[in-house]
């Protein structure tokens, strides 16, 4: 019985990128990764959450902060030439950092729109542009390099959430920016799934719940597992899409919410 789950679901000696890795969802995929034994390089703007995390996890963990501002183009290339110094071969990338605003139709403006579309579209892929080759070294036909990009419900739901526009597009659009990317990339030996989480805990929830009066314990009420997300569902997803059990897979968008939008 040990031996099917190990060579279904091991990770180990894997390396992975996890962006937005220090907070929020993007913890709690890195804290799996590291416990699944993956080598795991987080990138944020600030040093301080990762620094709690490593604590957090202990000396033992292979966890690597790189400071960079991925709204930014010219810091994705850094980020990119710091990690091949690191190292050869990239087998996951999971494009998890993101931003959030909501405001009424008549207020949104183009600054904000920019730069939650900058941050949540363009971003992954720039990324994904500029760590091509390592992802490529890392795959093969048997077993391919991963890009699991983080989307969202709010790209699925037809409501605004509070006027969540450009919130909802940007996921909307990495929904589908997977797909073709996994039309392009199999062939290179590179598999690309989305997941869109409903609701679990962090910053970006958060915002989502303060803009909407209620609407968190509407959405609980509506949620037929009656309990938000956890670190071990958005874990247990993530090396499912990273292991052999998920080589198979690509092209996908897996609505992650307790039945929200699939089993109302």
């Given at each position: 019985m040990t031996d099917i789950y190990a060579?279904?679901?091991?990770?180990?000696?894997?390396?992975?990128?996890?962006t937005g890795g220090a907070k929020g969802i993007g913890a709690m995929i890195t804290r799996v990764l590291v416990r699944a034994g993956c080598r795991v390089f987080v990138t944020g703007r600030s040093g301080e959450a990762a620094e709690a995390l490593r604590a957090e996890l202990g000396e033992a963990a292979q966890l690597t902060f790189l400071q960079h501002d991925l709204s930014r183009q010219?810091?994705?290339?850094?980020?990119?030439?710091?990690?091949?110094?690191?190292?050869?071969?990239?087998?996951?990338?999971?494009?998890?950092?993101?931003?959030?605003?909501?405001?009424?139709?008549?207020?949104?403006?183009?600054?904000?729109?920019?730069?939650?579309?900058?941050?949540?579209?363009?971003?992954?892929?720039?990324?994904?542009?500029?760590?091509?080759?390592?992802?490529?070294?890392?795959?093969?036909?048997a077993d391919p390099?991963?890009?699991?990009?983080?989307?969202?419900?709010?790209?699925?739901?037809?409501?605004?959430?509070?006027?969540?526009?450009?919130?909802?597009?940007?996921?909307?659009?990495?929904?589908?920016?997977?797909?073709?990317?996994?039309?392009d990339l199999r062939g290179r030996h590179i598999n690309a799934n989305a997941i869109a989480p409903g609701y679990f805990p962090s910053d970006m929830t958060s915002g989502f719940f303060e803009a909407v009066p209620n609407l968190?314990?509407?959405?609980?009420?509506?949620?037929?597992a009656g309990r938000f997300g956890s670190e071990e569902d958005i874990g247990g997803m993530v090396v499912f899409l990273a292991s052999r059990a998920g080589a198979y897979l690509t092209g996908s968008v897996t609505a992650l919410d307790g039945g929200l939008l699939t089993a109302p």
């Open positions: 060579n279904l679901f091991s990770l180990s000696g894997k390396t992975a990128l996890v010219d810091e994705i290339q850094a980020l990119a030439e710091e990690l091949g110094r690191s190292c050869p071969q990239l087998h996951i990338l999971v494009n998890n950092a993101g931003t959030f605003d909501a405001g009424a139709l008549g207020e949104t403006t183009a600054d904000s729109w920019d730069k939650v579309m900058g941050l949540n579209l363009r971003a992954p892929f720039m990324l994904v542009q500029a760590l091509l080759p390592l992802l490529e070294a890392a795959g093969s036909a390099a991963r890009i699991i990009n983080l989307g969202s419900i709010g790209g699925l739901m037809p409501q605004s959430n509070g006027g969540a526009y450009a919130y909802g597009c940007s996921k909307a659009a990495i929904h589908q920016l997977t797909r073709m990317l996994a039309s968190r314990e509407q959405m609980l009420a509506q949620i037929p």
